[in-house]
Every structure is written in structure tokens, then in C-alpha cells.
């Protein structure tokens, strides 16, 4: 009782009699007013939408009180929408969905922190219907076009093709381009406490609240008596999905979803009805809560803007897509805010001279707190919670006195007033060095495991947690790189046993303990790091990704990394690039010159490698993808219902590197032995079986027939090394054997 006594407190919760409370759920339902629920054809989502929502179901997971597992769904998600497809038709149509849906079990899972004795020392998750939460999704993805729109221009969380290092991406941009500029700036980090549970429905979406709901509502959020009154004026406002522009099919259901919620603590027999909150642990708790904050925000934009203090970039529509400076001075600034993933917001904050930085910083967070509180959001004040660091430059700077913290943990990563990385990779480097030491004795170290084992499980688990976030780092200086470095080639040197002994390996140079794991350096993975992150940034921003930008990314000079020694098995790449296609040639060397287990060819019993470095592939293939479709090339995505190898011959990732064939050529260079080269070099930008590259071959020879792929190269040469694609061993021509 006491466990159920905190957990309803926090949703605003009252323990009822189940009967009771199926009953209430359907009358409501039944008492609906339908006659201005107006939907069309399109607003309710196909059963293509409902079976894709049912494949993306996560297998290994806990399911509902139904009993029914994720895996039944995942696999089986063609069959199962057809039979779903009918349920899913009527809750829509009448905006009621079943009991079953909005509610489940509630589990204490420990923060961590504080005595495990203390009930607030659990965070309550609800484990809910499988079945229930694909329904769901389908109605989030509905929604995530509206939130798009309507949230701030960085208000990320919950978005699609959004990483959650593009926030702190953004951050470290910030900080750089002031100390640059010698501008006074600061950043308002802002944590909110039980952010999910204190989502006050009725600001989402219409209910039936009277003044004695909002009165129960007002004493279990805790709100000062000071804010009730603004509190109560914006639940007399429209509702914010109407206001975000939603459909009235996705406002309804999502509003029908918030309507009667329930648990039952731990699989027990009572059954608690709750009133607040965005039920974290279902699909629809994260938009439900960002939909609330992207009023926050635009409430504190307002106040800011009113004032004249918020942040001005320089800004011209050439940068679009352009990673180069531009001569023309910036007629038009933007006027960034915040970026925010979820609940965990950063508010950036200049000013023009370090003596009016105290002033501005103070004007912000009393417009971020009133914004919060005034819509049932307690901003957490403890230390090390919501704080402030600031970097005041220029005349006056000494003067300035102010509490502030010198460095703050966000999204997983450590932001220092000063810009300064170093703090950041010592953090990364320890959270490397315990994952590496818990495995080292049975894995690293182990005498009886194949080296190239041990490289392997490297690289999938302990230079994930090194690199973590290092597509977003600025350019490190000599102090900085050796911090990675060092810790890097004291792991490299454990997994030489049984060849080595540690002491033996320490003193062996850095390229030769490389080059026999087959590692490349650390300033090529820091640069892969940063080829990753324009292909993310390709996703949400057109351009800054292509595989043009990369070619001229890597022709624009000398880059960290294609100028280091990588190891004897990868080669010496070093110098200058005399062009953007030698550069990429020599990228992909570099990082992908060892062989892996990613790609076989089968002749004579034996298995070849086709494949760059784990780290290469998804940047290669998601330029190119972006790039085949940007050509106007006819790719057909897959929806998962139907796999074939002519389907994934349709989406040639070669495709876009094919149209580089002739780069930084004159005519006289146009020779048939020059095209053997610049192809293989396309083809090796793929990491695919062998019949898929052979049938990528089929697809390219076809466009070459229909004259869709225009090249300097004569047409004729192109067919024959086509045609020799299809019937050659590949592995040895792709990927020759590295040098040691």
C-alpha cells in the first residue's frame, strides 16, 4: 500500500474498483459527442502503417497483462495487421479505444541514487499492451509532422532522424563561434523534476474538467498559490494540439488515450485510475510532454524577445549547404533559443559587453522558470540540477561576479565554460577504460582468443563508449588528441597477448601495435566520427551531407586523420589530396584496408571480405541513398513486406559514387584503364554479399542501355567492365590484400 500510495500520488491517482472503473470508461466513450467529429480517408492511417508500426515492436521486451509478446507482432506483423486492422478501424472511427490500451502494470525501478528504503528513490515505468503501444505509435507518427512544426527550430526530442549528440552538437557550435568572436555568452541548463508525471492533460487536449478537477489537480503538483491563476487561465485557452495544427483523427485519439489511465502496481490486484501525467512507458508520453514544453518555450522566446537579449547569429542563405565561408557579410541573423531533447533543455544566452551578461542571464531564467511554472513544470533548483556557466569576454570581464558551476554533465557529455574538450575526454576516456577492465581478463587479455576476435568486440563495445558524441568535437589540439591516444594504445597493447606481453607491447611504437590488430589511428576514427555526423545532419538538413560535400569536405586540404600514420596494414596516407576522388579512395583505404567478416564471396571453400571498417559503412551508405534519390533516380524504398534481391538492387548504393566517375579529370586522362580503377572504386564504397553487388552490376548496365547515366567515359567501357562484374571473382579486385 505504501508503494501504491506514492506512484498514485505522483499521476494524481485513486485506487477503484475495476468494474467501476470499465464501466465510467464506457460511458464516457459512449456519451461522446460524435456529430462534429469529422475524418477522412487520409487522417486514419492505412494498414501498410499499422503493419509497419507492428514490425518496429522490440522483441526481448516485458508485454502486458494480455500476455501477448512483442516477437508474435514483430514477426508476424503482415498477418497480425490483417486481424488488428478491423479493431484498429473501430477505436478509430469511434473514438474509443479498449480498456486494455491505457493501462498496465507499474514497476519500481531504482533511480540509482539515494537509499533504496525510500519509495522516491524508484522511478514507476508502466509496462502496458504490446498491442496497445503499436496502436499508439501509428498515432504518434501521425503527430510528429505537427510537433515538427510547431516546436522550437532545435527542439529535437522525439523527432526522427534526430541523434541525441546533435543537441549537444549545437551547444559546443555556440560556445565556439562566441570565443571566436570574442562575444560574452552563457548557457541556462534546465532540468525539470518528474517532468512526465506533471503533464497536465487538459493543457494537451479538451476535457471535461471542472473547477473542482482543477483544484485536486493544483495540490498534487505542488504549484505556488502565486502561479494557480496562470495555470488556470491557459486550460481556458485552446488546447495545444489543436493549436499545433493536428488533424482532428490524431487530436481525438491521443486525447482518448490520456482518458482513464490505470495501473496496477507490480502485477498486483488493485487497480489505481490517474488523472496526470504522460504515463512514461508508452509510445505517446514523449510528444505528449514536448507538445506542452514547445509552449514553454515559445513563452520564454516571447519574454526574451520583448527584451532585446536574445541570441543573434550571422546568418545568409548561401551558407545553406555550403561548409565553406562566405565572402558576402550577413544582411539577415537568426535568433537561436534553446536546444532541447525531451526534458533536458539548454537555453543559450549572449550579450554584447561582459558587464550586461549578469543582467541577461538573470532575464532568462526568470523567464524560463515563470514559463515552466505557470504550465504545472517545477523547474529542479538543487545543485548540479538546472545551473548556469558562463564565459565573459572583453572589457570589463574581470568585474563580472556571478554563482556559477564551471562545468555541466548534458546528454551524456560534459560542456565546459571555456569550450575546453579536455574534461569531456577525460570522461569518456574512464567510462572506456571500466568497460575495458571488466572484460579484460576474459576477452582483451585472454591468451585463448583469436586476435581478430578481440578487435571486434573492440570495436562494438569499448569504441562506441570512447567516441561516443565525437562527430560533435571541434578540431583537438595536441593536448586534447593525446588524452585519446593514450588511452587507445594502452587497450591496443593488452589484446597482443599471447604474442606480446603488455610491458613488451608498451614499448613498440604506436603505428606497428596498430598495424598488427588492424585498427586504424585515432584521428582517422575522429574524422569517420565527423563523416558520420554530416550524414546525419543530411537528414534534417539537405546538402550538408552529400557525397558531394564529403568529396569536397575531403579535397578542401589537410583533415586529422589522412595525414597520421594509420599502421603498416592500412598504409601510409599522408599529403595533400590532388583531388576529391583520390582523397575518398584513400579514406576508405585507410580505414577500411583490413578485412572483417561483414561481406563473404564463396570460391574454392574459402570467404573473402568485401567491407570498410564498422565505422565507414553507415556514413558511405546513407550519402549514397540520399544522393541516388536526390539524382532522380527511380529507388523504391522497402516497407518490409517484401524482400528480394531485385529490390535491393533498386537501391544501388554505388550509385551515387558512380557519378564521381570522371571527377577532376581532363580528357586526356579518359582511359579504359583509368575507368577499371575509378569503377572498382565505386563498387568498393559498398559493404554487400556478392549476388547483390552483382545484381547492383545488372541495374547499372541497364541504365547504361537507356542512356540514363551520362559519363565522358565512352559507354562501350563501361558495358564491358560491367559485364565483367558479373561473371569475375570480386573479393581479390574489390578489396586487394593490404600491405604489412
Known amino acids: 500500500d505504501l508503494w501504491i500510495k506514492h506512484f498514485a500520488g505522483i499521476e494524481g491517482g485513486t485506487c477503484i474498483d475495476p468494474v467501476l472503473l470499465a464501466r465510467n470508461i464506457q460511458q464516457g466513450q459512449l456519451a461522446r459527442n460524435l456529430d462534429d467529429y469529422c475524418v477522412t480517408a487520409d487522417d486514419v492511417p492505412s494498414r501498410l502503417e499499422l503493419e509497419q508500426s507492428l514490425r518496429q515492436t522490440q522483441v526481448g521486451k516485458a508485454f502486458g497483462l494480455d500476455k501477448v509478446p512483442g516477437e508474435v507482432l514483430h514477426a508476424a506483423a503482415?498477418?497480425?495487421?490483417?486481424?488488428?486492422?478491423?479493431?484498429?478501424?473501430?477505436?478509430?472511427?469511434?473514438?474509443?479505444?479498449?480498456?486494455?490500451f491505457k493501462g498496465g502494470s507499474l514497476f519500481a525501478i531504482w533511480k540509482g541514487k539515494s537509499s533504496t528504503a525510500k519509495a522516491s528513490a524508484y522511478?514507476?515505468?508502466?509496462?502496458?499492451?504490446?498491442?496497445?503501444?503499436?496502436?499508439?505509435?501509428?498515432?504518434r507518427n501521425r503527430s510528429v509532422d505537427a510537433l515538427r512544426n510547431f516546436g522550437q527550430p532545435m527542439q529535437i526530442g522525439g523527432l526522427p532522424s534526430f541523434p541525441v549528440t546533435m543537441g549537444s552538437h549545437f551547444v559546443r557550435l555556440f560556445q565556439a563561434g562566441s570565443h571566436r568572436r570574442r562575444r560574452s555568452h552563457g548557457l541556462l541548463f534546465l532540468d525539470l523534476r518528474e517532468a512526465f508525471y506533471r503533464v497536465v492533460r487538459p493543457l494537451l487536449a479538451y476535457s471535461p474538467w471542472g473547477d473542482e478537477d482543477f483544484a485536486k489537480v493544483a495540490?498534487?503538483?505542488?504549484?505556488?498559490?502565486?502561479?494557480?491563476?496562470?495555470?488556470?487561465?491557459?486550460?481556458?485557452?485552446?488546447?495545444?494540439?489543436?493549436?499545433?495544427?493536428?488533424?482532428?483523427?490524431?487530436?481525438?485519439?491521443?486525447?482518448?488515450?490520456?482518458?482513464?489511465?490505470?495501473?496496477?502496481?507490480?502485477?498486483?490486484?488493485k487497480v489505481v485510475r490517474t488523472d496526470i501525467g504522460s504515463r512514461p512507458g508508452d509510445n505517446l508520453a514523449d510528444v505528449c510532454f514536448s507538445f506542452i514544453f514547445a509552449k514553454v518555450l515559445q513563452a520564454v522566446q516571447a519574454d526574451l524577445q520583448q527584451l532585446g537579449i536574445l541570441p543573434e547569429i550571422p546568418w545568409a542563405n548561401e551558407m545553406l549547404g555550403n561548409i565553406f565561408?562566405?565572402?558576402?557579410?550577413?544582411?539577415?541573423?537568426?535568433?537561436?533559443?534553446?536546444?532541447?531533447?525531451?526534458?533536458?533543455?539548454?537555453?543559450?544566452?549572449?550579450?554584447?559587453?561582459?558587464?550586461?551578461?549578469?543582467?541577461?542571464?538573470?532575464?532568462?531564467?526568470?523567464?524560463?522558470?515563470?514559463?515552466?511554472?505557470?504550465?504545472?513544470?517545477?523547474?529542479?533548483?538543487?545543485?548540479?540540477?538546472?545551473?548556469?556557466?558562463?564565459?565573459a569576454l572583453g572589457p570589463g570581464s574581470r568585474k563580472v561576479r556571478v554563482r556559477l558551476v564551471p562545468t555541466y554533465q548534458h546528454l551524456g557529455g560534459f560542456i565546459h565554460h571555456d569550450a575546453s574538450l579536455s574534461r569531456e575526454l577525460k570522461h569518456r576516456v574512464g567510462l572506456a577504460w571500466k568497460s575495458f577492465n571488466a572484460r579484460r581478463m576474459k576477452i582483451f587479455g585472454a591468451p585463448g582468443i583469436a586476435r581478430r576476435d578481440k578487435v571486434l568486440l573492440y570495436e562494438s563495445l569499448i569504441l562506441t563508449v570512447l567516441l561516443y558524441g565525437a562527430g560533435t568535437w571541434d578540431t583537438l589540439q595536441g593536448p586534447e588528441l593525446a588524452i585519446l591516444e593514450t588511452a587507445y594504445h594502452g587497450m591496443a597493447c593488452y589484446m597482443l597477448r599471447p604474442a606480446f606481453t603488455y610491458e613488451q607491447a608498451m614499448h613498440m611504437s604506436r603505428s606497428r601495435v596498430l598495424s598488427l590488430l588492424g585498427l586504424p589511428s585515432i584521428p582517422v576514427l575522429l574524422h569517420v566520427a565527423r563523416s558520420l555526423g554530416w550524414s546525419q545532419l543530411d537528414s534534417r538538413f539537405p546538402g550538408y551531407g552529400s557525397t558531394s560535400t564529403m568529396a569536397f569536405g575531403l579535397a578542401a586540404g589537410k583533415k586529422p586523420g589522412l595525414n597520421g600514420k594509420c599502421g603498416a596494414s592500412t598504409g601510409r596516407v599522408g599529403g595533400k589530396a590532388?583531388?576529391?576522388?583520390?582523397?575518398?579512395?584513400?579514406?576508405?583505404?585507410?580505414?577500411?584496408?583490413?578485412?572483417?567478416?561483414?561481406?563473404?564471396?564463396?570460391?574454392?571453400?574459402?570467404?573473402?571480405?568485401?567491407?570498410?571498417?564498422?565505422?565507414?559503412?553507415?556514413?558511405?551508405?546513407?550519402?549514397?541513398?540520399?544522393?541516388?534519390?536526390?539524382?532522380?533516380?527511380?529507388?523504391?524504398?522497402d516497407t518490409g513486406a517484401e524482400l528480394s534481391l531485385a529490390l535491393a538492387a533498386r537501391e544501388p548504393l554505388m550509385m551515387a559514387a558512380s557519378r564521381f566517375l570522371s571527377y577532376g579529370l581532363d580528357e586526356e586522362a579518359l582511359t579504359e584503364s583509368t575507368a577499371w580503377e575509378r569503377v572498382r572504386v565505386a563498387f568498393s564504397s559498398?559493404?554487400?554479399?556478392?549476388?547483390?553487388?552483382?545484381?547492383?552490376?545488372?541495374?547499372?548496365?541497364?541504365?547504361?542501355?537507356?542512356?540514363?547515366?551520362?559519363?565522358?567515359?565512352?559507354?562501350?567501357?563501361?558495358?564491358?567492365?560491367?559485364?565483367?562484374?558479373?561473371?569475375?571473382?570480386?573479393?581479390?579486385?574489390?578489396?586487394?590484400?593490404?600491405?604489412?
Open 325 to 391: 565561408s562566405v565572402g558576402a557579410p550577413c544582411a539577415e541573423a537568426l535568433q537561436p533559443l534553446d536546444a532541447t531533447w525531451m526534458d533536458d533543455a539548454s537555453f543559450l544566452i549572449a550579450s554584447p559587453n561582459a558587464g550586461a551578461l549578469a543582467g541577461a542571464m538573470e532575464a532568462t531564467g526568470r523567464a524560463v522558470v515563470d514559463a515552466c511554472a505557470s504550465r504545472a513544470l517545477l523547474p529542479n533548483l538543487d545543485r548540479g540540477k538546472t545551473e548556469f556557466i558562463a564565459c
Open 578 to 637: 590532388r583531388s576529391a576522388e583520390d582523397n575518398c579512395k584513400r579514406f576508405s583505404r585507410s580505414v577500411g584496408g583490413r578485412r572483417s567478416d561483414t561481406t563473404t564471396a564463396s570460391s574454392a571453400g574459402s570467404s573473402a571480405v568485401l567491407g570498410q571498417s564498422f565505422l565507414l559503412k553507415r556514413p558511405i551508405r546513407r550519402l549514397s541513398r540520399t544522393s541516388v534519390f536526390r539524382a532522380g533516380h527511380n529507388v523504391r524504398r
Open 123 to 139: 522511478r514507476g515505468i508502466l509496462v502496458s499492451s504490446v498491442t496497445g503501444k503499436s496502436f499508439h505509435r501509428a498515432i
Open 78 to 100: 503482415g498477418s497480425s495487421s490483417k486481424a488488428l486492422y478491423q479493431l484498429f478501424l473501430k477505436a478509430s472511427l469511434r473514438v474509443a479505444e479498449p480498456i486494455q
Open 686 to 740: 559498398v559493404c554487400l554479399p556478392i549476388r547483390k553487388i552483382q545484381a547492383t552490376a545488372r541495374i547499372w548496365l541497364s541504365l547504361l542501355d537507356d542512356a540514363c547515366i551520362e559519363d565522358p567515359f565512352p559507354t562501350g567501357v563501361l558495358r564491358k567492365i560491367g559485364q565483367w562484374i558479373l561473371t569475375a571473382l570480386l573479393a581479390e579486385w574489390l578489396v586487394p590484400s593490404p600491405v604489412v
Open 219 to 269: 495540490q498534487l503538483v505542488r504549484l505556488p498559490p502565486e502561479v494557480m491563476h496562470e495555470l488556470h487561465v491557459h486550460l481556458g485557452q485552446r488546447p495545444v494540439l489543436s493549436e499545433a495544427g493536428t488533424s482532428a483523427w490524431t487530436t481525438a485519439c491521443m486525447s482518448e488515450a490520456l482518458v482513464g489511465t490505470w495501473f496496477r502496481f507490480q502485477g498486483g490486484e
